[in-house]
């Protein structure tokens, strides 16, 4: 016999059904977000257990790394694009959570990315979180955090100055756009510890670069970089 709870999930899937993101189906686990078939459609790239990747050699000779990974490749016009763009512009949250989950379970799996103390969102400039209602990289952040069982610190570092959007510019343009962008205005929230800095998207890195020299300049012991994404 169905319990109480399981009857009512499934009288409520009826008329107001839990669609998978990426097919439409509903066939769907209630705290999913895919369907079975389309998760495994997402491109894992196994960086979080392989060095010298190519997320960590993108910050070579630029800013010392202790670890660098992405979860997933990104590509035009496929499904994670889908879903970072319903996280960013269509105030769809709930993706930020799962996706940070997801970049969770491999940080676990990962000794490389061990130890930890916090987790850092890159953050928004406020006019820009103002704009938006929140910063996706602290909603993925806070998924990342459910997993693997360490706090999120999200005010101990600002963004100091609205920069231009880095879609269009180069590497050298995009560190220009950044420099000297980010401050620690808390720095007894990071001293001595081991900080995850966390992102949506990876592409050059000068965001995130500019970013950890910042904590490094507040005597963080070591900065390691997690990314839902790497362009590739």
């Given at each position: ?8 999930q ?71 694009q ?29 000794p ?20 938006r ?20 610190i ?56 500019a ?22």
């Amino acid at each position: 016999m169905l319990s109480l709870k399981n009857y009512w999930q499934q009288v409520s899937q009826l008329f107001f059904p839990h669609l998978c993101m990426g097919c439409g189906s509903d066939i769907i686990a209630l705290d999913a977000l895919l369907c079975t078939r389309c998760y495994l459609q997402l491109p894992v790239t196994g960086f979080f257990n392989a060095a010298n990747n190519p997320v960590e050699q993108s910050f070579y000779g630029r800013v010392p790394i202790a670890a660098a990974a992405a979860a997933f490749y990104f590509t035009k016009n496929a499904l994670l694009q889908h879903l970072l763009f319903q996280l960013k512009y269509k105030g769809h949250q709930k993706t930020g959570i799962w996706l940070g989950k997801q970049v969770g379970y491999q940080i676990m799996n990962s000794p490389r990315f061990a130890p930890i103390d916090a987790v850092v969102p890159l953050p928004l400039h406020p006019k820009k979180q103002r704009l938006r209602g929140y910063n996706q990289a602290a909603l993925i952040a806070s998924g990342i955090c459910s997993v693997i069982q360490q706090p999120l610190i999200t005010h101990a570092l600002t963004r100091t100055r609205f920069t231009q959007t880095q879609t269009k510019k180069n590497r050298a343009e995009r560190w220009v756009n950044m420099e000297d962008a980010f401050t620690v205005v808390l720095p007894e929230l990071l001293h001595n510890k081991h900080v995850v800095l966390v992102d949506d998207v990876i592409t050059t890195g000068a965001t995130l670069e500019a970013c950890a020299s910042a904590l490094l300049a507040a005597s963080v012991a070591s900065v390691r970089i997690a990314t839902v994404a790497y362009t590739i």
